[in-house]
C-alpha cells in the first residue's frame, strides 16, 4: 500500500492507467519506490506493480513547467534518497533554479492606450509588419494600388481615423519596415516592386500622404522580402530579395558596395551578432549559416534535416544562435546551437503541435528569450544560461486574441520607473488593434534597479560606413538608463545627389517610365493605360462636337445676310 499525504493507495496486480496527460512527451525511465509525496497531479504515467516490493513510474510527459521538477526526481532518485527496496519513504522537495526574472509578468495597456481602427495588412508573407522607436509606431496596411504603411506618434493613442496620412509610394506590397536605430525618424521600406526605399518622417509626425522617398534603391531582380539595419554603424542597410542575394547598401552614396550570393533559395531571416561583424540567416533551402558579410564567406553552415528552421536570432555576447523551426513530426521546435561549430545542435526542445510561425526575441540585458507565435495569443520567455541545461522555463503569457506580428520597443523607450524590461506591440487583424504588452519585474522598491538595467547599447553609431566596409569591428556604444533616456547628439540624415539622367527611345524617358517588374504591377499598369486611353477619348469625341458646332456656326455666319 502506498500512502501519499493522508490518502492511500491499495496495490494491484492489474494496470492502473492515469489520465491522459495535457501533452505529449516521449521520455521514460524507472524509479525503484513509490511516488512521492505530494506528486499526484504532477507526475502522469502508468503505474504498474513490479515483482519484487516497489512500483515502476513510466512517465509519459511533464509539461515545460515541471522540467526542474523532473530533473530534481532524477537527482534523487540517482543518490538513493527517495525510498529503498522495503518501500519507505522520505521527505521530498522540487528543487527550483533562482531567478529574478521567474515573477516576470506581461501587462496590457488599456484600451484608451491602445491604437484602434487600423487597416492592418492581410498579407500572408512571414514578417512583423510592425516597428517601433521612441517615437513613433509604423504599421504596415491593406491598401488597393500599391503599398502603404502608417506612421503614428506614440502619444497619439486611441481611435485613429479612416483617412489618416500614410507612407503610399510603393508600386507593390510592402513587405517589411524597420526603423534606423541611430535617426529615429528614418525609417526602410521594402516591397514586391523589387526596390527598398528610405523615408523621412517629419518632426510631428504625417500632415498628408507621404509619396516621394528621399533614396530609392534598386538592385534587386526579385521582390524584396527583408530590411535590417546594421546594430553598429550609421546608414549601412542589409536588403534580402527572392533572387536568393543579400545586397548590403552605403547609404551616403545610395549604391550597394557589397552582395552576399551563397544561398540556393528563398532568405527567411536575418540576425547580427552584437558588434555586426557576423551575419546569421536562415533560408528555405533548410539550411542554417553563419556569414562574414563584407567578404560574403560563409564560416559555419548546418543542414537541418530533423529541424527545419524557420527564424534565427544571435544570443548577445554568447557566442550561440537560437532557431525556430519545425520538426519532422511538423511540432514547433528551437534549437540552441554555437555560432562556431553548426555540426548539431547543443540542444531541441518541442514547444508544442501549433502550425504557426514562432517568432523569438532575445534580450541581451536580461539574458531572457521570448518565443511568440504567429496565430496564437501565448507568449512563453526563457532564460538563457551558459551552463547546462542552458534554457531555463520561466512563465507564459496567454491572451486569447490572436497575433499576426509584434513590434518590440528599443531599450531607451521603456518605463524603468515600472521595472519595466521588455514591451511588444502586439498586432490583432480581427479588430484592426495595435496592443501594447509590457513585461515587468514586480518589486516594492520604487528606486532605480541597477540589476536588471546593466549598460546597454544606446543610439550613438560606433563607426562610419567606410570604417566598417574596410574592415574595422566594435562593439555599441553603451548608456545607461538611470537618468532617463537623453540624446546627446542630433544625426541627420542626408541623402546623396544624384544627376538626373535621361534615356529617351522613340519619345519615351526609360528612366522617368520604369517597365514592370511584378505581375500585379503589370495589371497596374495595364488598368491605368486604359483608363487614359478611355479619358483620351472622351476628350477627343468631346473636342469633335466642338469642332461640328463651330464648323455650323461658321457656315451660318457666312450664309447670314449682313454679310451679303
Not at 531 to 560: G, M, T
Request: hydrophobic content about 35%.
Amino acid at each position: 500500500m502506498l500512502r501519499a499525504g493522508t490518502q492511500s493507495v491499495q496495490s494491484n496486480p492489474r494496470e492502473r492507467r492515469a489520465p491522459t496527460p495535457p501533452c505529449a512527451g516521449a521520455e521514460k525511465w524507472e524509479m525503484p519506490t513509490l511516488s512521492p509525496p505530494g506528486c499526484a497531479g504532477v507526475v502522469w504515467g502508468l503505474l504498474v506493480e513490479a515483482p519484487t516490493p516497489g512500483w515502476r513510474i513510466e512517465c509519459f510527459c511533464f509539461p515545460s513547467l515541471h522540467r526542474d521538477l523532473v530533473e530534481s526526481m532524477r537527482d534523487l532518485h540517482k543518490s538513493s534518497v527517495l525510498g529503498s527496496k522495503h518501500g519507505s519513504l522520505m521527505s521530498w522537495r522540487p528543487q527550483y533554479r533562482s531567478s529574478k526574472f521567474r515573477n516576470v509578468y506581461g501587462k496590457v495597456a488599456s484600451r484608451e492606450h491602445c491604437f484602434d481602427g487600423i487597416p492592418i495588412t492581410k498579407n500572408v508573407h512571414d514578417n512583423h509588419f510592425c516597428a517601433v522607436n521612441a517615437r513613433f509606431l509604423a504599421i504596415v496596411t491593406e491598401s488597393a494600388g500599391g503599398g502603404s504603411f502608417l506612421v503614428i506618434p506614440l502619444e497619439q493613442t486611441g481611435r485613429i481615423e479612416p483617412n489618416y496620412p500614410k507612407v503610399c509610394g510603393h508600386q507593390g506590397n510592402v513587405l517589411d519596415i524597420k526603423w534606423n536605430p541611430f535617426i529615429e525618424n528614418i525609417i526602410a521600406s521594402c516591397s514586391e516592386d523589387t526596390s527598398v526605399r528610405i523615408w523621412e518622417i517629419p518632426e510631428g509626425g504625417l500632415k498628408r500622404n507621404m509619396t516621394e522617398a528621399v533614396l530609392e534603391l534598386y538592385g534587386h531582380s526579385r521582390r524584396v522580402g527583408l530590411v535590417e539595419w546594421h546594430p553598429t554603424t550609421n546608414n549601412i542597410l542589409f536588403s534580402a530579395g527572392y533572387d536568393y542575394k543579400v545586397l548590403i547598401w552605403n547609404l551616403d552614396i545610395g549604391e550597394p558596395v557589397k552582395m552576399i550570393d551563397c544561398h540556393t533559395d528563398v532568405i527567411l531571416c536575418m540576425s547580427f551578432n552584437m558588434d555586426g561583424s557576423l551575419l546569421a540567416t536562415s533560408c528555405k533551402d533548410k539550411k542554417l549559416r553563419v556569414v562574414e558579410p563584407r567578404s560574403g564567406r560563409v564560416l559555419q553552415e548546418a543542414s537541418c534535416k530533423n529541424h527545419r528552421v524557420n527564424r534565427v536570432v544571435f544570443l548577445g555576447s554568447t557566442k550561440r544562435l537560437l532557431t525556430t523551426g519545425v520538426s519532422r513530426w511538423n511540432t514547433r521546435q528551437i534549437a540552441l546551437w554555437d555560432q562556431e561549430d553548426l555540426s548539431m545542435p547543443l540542444i531541441e526542445e518541442e514547444i508544442d503541435g501549433l502550425s504557426g510561425l514562432l517568432f523569438p526575441f532575445y534580450d541581451a540585458d536580461t539574458h531572457m528569450l521570448y518565443l511568440a507565435g504567429k496565430g496564437d495569443g501565448n507568449i512563453r520567455y526563457y532564460e538563457i544560461g551558459s551552463e547546462k541545461p542552458y534554457l531555463s522555463y520561466l512563465m507564459e503569457f496567454r491572451s486569447p486574441a490572436p497575433q499576426k506580428g509584434l513590434g518590440v520597443m528599443p531599450k531607451h523607450g521603456l518605463d524603468v520607473s515600472a521595472c519595466e524590461v521588455f514591451r511588444f506591440y502586439k498586432l490583432v487583424t480581427l479588430k484592426g488593434l495595435i496592443e501594447p504588452i509590457s513585461m515587468i519585474v514586480p518589486r516594492r522598491s520604487e528606486t532605480y534597479q541597477e540589476d536588471i538595467y546593466p549598460m546597454t547599447p544606446g543610439t550613438e553609431p560606433a563607426l562610419t560606413p567606410d570604417e566598417w566596409l574596410s574592415g574595422v569591428n566594435r562593439d555599441p556604444i553603451l548608456m545607461s538608463l538611470k537618468e532617463g533616456y537623453k540624446r546627446t547628439s542630433k544625426i541627420v540624415f542626408k541623402a546623396p545627389v544624384r544627376e538626373k539622367r535621361s534615356v529617351v527611345v522613340n519619345g519615351i524617358d526609360l528612366l522617368e517610365n520604369v517597365p514592370p517588374r511584378t505581375e500585379n504591377e503589370l495589371l497596374r499598369m495595364f488598368f491605368r493605360q486604359q483608363d487614359e486611353i478611355r479619358r483620351l477619348k472622351d476628350e477627343l469625341s468631346q473636342k469633335d462636337i466642338r469642332i461640328r458646332q463651330l464648323q455650323l456656326e461658321l457656315k451660318n455666319l457666312r450664309n447670314s445676310p449682313k454679310n451679303n
